[in-house]
């Protein structure tokens, strides 16, 4: 776990494809980076203990915004791919 503040953008820079959810860029940012899946992408999230793994219905929330870093995606661009 990390503090947002300490958060840094992944190395891959990942665009959402029109109309991808929120748990496909995440899995393909994963892929890119060589993650061995979307549980280490997740597990960088301060409150890992509680994201489940359908990130999908995910709406504006601390969350959403240190996913936001990590993707280098403003937060609204999230919200709507999820």
């Known amino acids: 776990m990390s503090s947002s503040s300490s958060l840094k953008a992944l190395p ?3 665009l959402p ?3 991808e959810s929120l748990v496909s860029l995440i899995r393909r940012t994963a892929a890119i980076i060589g993650y061995k899946g979307p549980h280490e992408l997740r597990s960088l999230l301060d409150d890992d203990a509680e994201v489940q793994a359908n990130l999908n219905p995910l709406g504006p929330s601390p969350i959403l915004d240190q996913l936001a870093i990590l993707l280098r995606q ?3 661009r999230l919200a709507i791919s999820g």
């Open 17 to 19: 494809l029109p109309g």
């Open 74 to 76: 403003p937060p609204e």
């Open 12 to 14: 891959a820079r990942v």
